[in-house]
């Protein structure tokens, strides 16, 4: 099995910057594309941005210009830096990958448990 863990959250004042990692574990044959997303109070889970195995990107447009999302594969691990932080930005943010175990013929799709953002007014 692969096992996600997201770590790196925190709270920090409007402005500020946050460096959020998401590392995987386990039986791993095979990740392909890795994901974060975000989750506010009361509100729907949103993906924030993707990245490719082949490192190619894609943020969306309410963080265009503050985030960038990027991967090291030798560590199986995925980043979220997270510039010009807003109070808007508070929320849970979560990492999935599509990953193929040892022993298995079919991805499937991972999630962490989450790691809290507050970001301060």
């Known amino acids: 099995q692969v096992q996600l863990v997201e770590s790196g959250g925190g709270l920090v004042q409007a402005g500020g910057s946050l460096r959020l990692s998401c590392a995987a574990s386990?039986?791993?044959?095979?990740?392909?594309?890795m994901r974060w997303f975000r989750q506010a109070p009361g509100e729907q889970r949103v993906m924030v941005a993707t990245?490719?195995?082949?490192?190619?990107?894609n943020v969306a447009d309410s963080v265009k210009g503050r985030f960038s999302v990027s991967r090291d594969n030798a560590k199986n691990t995925m980043y979220l830096q997270m510039n010009s932080l807003k109070p808007e930005d508070t929320a849970v943010y979560y990492c999935?990958?599509?990953?193929?175990?040892?022993?298995?013929?079919?991805?499937?799709?991972?999630w962490g448990p989450g790691t809290q953002v507050t970001v301060s007014s």
């Open positions: 990245i490719t195995s082949g490192g190619s990107t």
């Open positions: 386990g039986s791993i044959f095979s990740i392909n594309a």
């Open positions: 999935n990958a599509d990953a193929r175990a040892m022993g298995v013929l079919v991805f499937r799709t991972y």
